[in-house]
């Protein structure tokens, strides 16, 4: 008993230092293979965007938590007048046309047809004026009343052109394209650039109100949920800060795709695909609705577009089933990328006992 116990401590000595120095290379494994990845040739640009995204990718699993809404951002407020605050580029500079031009025109406007219709009532009545007077042409007076209203028709133009043309601008190259299809009466999101999955939305019923879509949960019921009549229960999820490709179709009647505070707003037409691009400058929810009355439940069929910075956009399209980041779908515990890993990574994914059995 004493020689099998000295033969048999080095053997158990030998065994223990093979299952530290396969523990130590298991431990190793993930961050070799991930620098391996990240330093290939033709891996993707945009898995390379921040540290979280690199570790859901590393990782093989995606997590989305919806992002709760700011009140009085991106949507009505009570006793609201004007328009909505802008979150977008174009929505800021339609905002400065309608507040810093056409406002102020409007007002002077109004303001002088009032003096003179004040003037005229006082100084040219009967009383005040018995004899009327038979003038019939002043030159001085048509030339102005010809002249400035076209004068104010161009300084309107020249911004009102410019702005359109902005909003009509094609996407550049590379634009994230999202396909937007209007249905009665719900709203179908597509993504082809990200595995071509889609996303139905439908507004979230309203406690205590009718049912407006069997199987839907109602307003409310989750900690993230906006107003009653604008929430939904999946959003069209969009990347903060870049540019948008929007492709608006309707596979039955006409709908139109309206959101205020974006100075978005495209009509769905059956058999047509209408483009718009859209950049939202800060990461929120924002809520539209249906702009064109579309049949019986038009009044139910809003729009919520949440707006996450790149990282969590990509977290949250590997969340869906086939979901895929500039055409690499979701990857395994362990990157393909790096064929060496992949021993090691099944020996850190088998169970404890087994892992001892074959150092045994």
């Given at each position: 008993?004493?020689?099998?116990?000295?033969?048999?401590?080095?053997?158990?000595?030998?065994?223990?230092?093979?299952?530290?120095?396969?523990?130590?290379?298991?431990?190793?494994?993930?961050?070799?293979?991930?620098?391996?990845?990240?330093?290939?040739?033709?891996?993707?640009?945009?898995?390379?965007?921040?540290?979280?995204?690199?570790?859901?990718?590393?990782?093989?699993?995606?997590?989305?938590?919806?992002?709760?809404?700011?009140?009085?951002?991106?949507?009505?407020?009570?006793?609201?007048?004007?328009?909505?605050?802008?979150?977008?580029?174009?929505?800021?500079?339609?905002?400065?046309?309608?507040?810093?031009?056409?406002?102020?025109?409007?007002?002077?406007?109004?303001?002088?047809?009032?003096?003179?219709?004040?003037?005229?009532?006082?100084?040219?009545?009967?009383?005040?004026?018995?004899?009327?007077?038979?003038?019939?042409?002043?030159?001085?007076?048509?030339?102005?009343?010809?002249?400035?209203?076209?004068?104010?028709?161009?300084?309107?133009?020249?911004?009102?052109?410019?702005?359109?043309?902005?909003?009509?601008?094609?996407?550049?190259?590379?634009?994230?394209?999202?396909?937007?299809?209007?249905?009665?009466?719900?709203?179908?999101?597509?993504?082809?650039?990200?595995?071509?999955?889609?996303?139905?939305?439908?507004?979230?019923?309203?406690?205590?109100?009718?049912?407006?879509?069997?199987?839907?949960?109602?307003?409310?019921?989750?900690?993230?949920?906006?107003?009653?009549?604008?929430?939904?229960?999946?959003?069209?999820?969009?990347?903060?800060?870049?540019?948008?490709?929007?492709?608006?179709?309707?596979?039955?009647?006409?709908?139109?795709?309206?959101?205020?505070?974006?100075?978005?707003?495209?009509?769905?037409?059956?058999?047509?695909?209408?483009?718009?691009?859209?950049?939202?400058?800060?990461?929120?929810?924002?809520?539209?609705?249906?702009?064109?009355l579309c049949g019986a439940k038009h009044a139910y069929m809003p729009i919520a577009i949440e707006a996450l910075p790149r990282a969590q956009y990509n977290a949250w399209v590997l969340t869906h089933a086939g979901g895929e980041i500039d055409g690499q779908k979701k990857p395994a515990a362990v990157p393909a990328a790096a064929p060496a890993a992949a021993p090691a990574a099944d020996a850190s994914e088998a169970p404890a006992g087994e892992a001892t059995a074959e150092a045994e």
């Amino acid at each position: 008993m004493t020689f099998g116990k000295y033969i048999h401590a080095p053997g158990r000595a030998v065994a223990s230092l093979g299952l530290a120095a396969a523990a130590a290379l298991t431990a190793s494994v993930p961050a070799f293979a991930q620098n391996a990845a990240s330093s290939a040739p033709a891996a993707p640009s945009a898995l390379a965007t921040g540290a979280a995204e690199g570790a859901a990718l590393a990782s093989g699993t995606g997590s989305y938590t919806p992002m709760k809404p700011v009140e009085g951002v991106g949507m009505p407020v009570d006793g609201g007048i004007g328009l909505q605050t802008q979150y977008s580029k174009l929505g800021e500079y339609g905002a400065w046309i309608h507040d810093g031009i056409l406002m102020p025109i409007i007002t002077i406007i109004c303001i002088l047809v009032l003096v003179l219709l004040v003037i005229i009532a006082v100084r040219f009545n009967r009383r005040a004026n018995p004899v009327a007077s038979k003038t019939s042409h002043n030159t001085l007076l048509e030339v102005v009343w010809t002249l400035v209203p076209v004068l104010i028709l161009i300084g309107i133009a020249v911004p009102s052109i410019d702005l359109i043309a902005k909003q009509y601008k094609p996407a550049p190259e590379g634009a994230l394209t999202i396909k937007v299809t209007g249905n009665q009466w719900f709203w179908t999101y597509g993504y082809p650039d990200n595995g071509d999955f889609e996303v139905i939305s439908n507004m979230l019923n309203i406690p205590g109100s009718p049912t407006i879509n069997n199987g839907v949960r109602e307003v409310g019921s989750r900690p993230w949920d906006g107003p009653a009549h604008l929430e939904v229960d999946n959003r069209m999820v969009v990347p903060v800060g870049e540019p948008i490709r929007l492709q608006v179709t309707a596979a039955d009647v006409i709908h139109s795709l309206g959101v205020p505070s974006l100075w978005l707003k495209i009509d769905a037409v059956p058999g047509r695909i209408n483009e718009k691009v859209l950049v939202i400058e800060k990461p929120g929810v924002y809520y539209g609705q249906c702009s064109e009355l579309c049949g019986a439940k038009h009044a139910y069929m809003p729009i919520a577009i949440e707006a996450l910075p790149r990282a969590q956009y990509n977290a949250w399209v590997l969340t869906h089933a086939g979901g895929e980041i500039d055409g690499q779908k979701k990857p395994a515990a362990v990157p393909a990328a790096a064929p060496a890993a992949a021993p090691a990574a099944d020996a850190s994914e088998a169970p404890a006992g087994e892992a001892t059995a074959e150092a045994e």
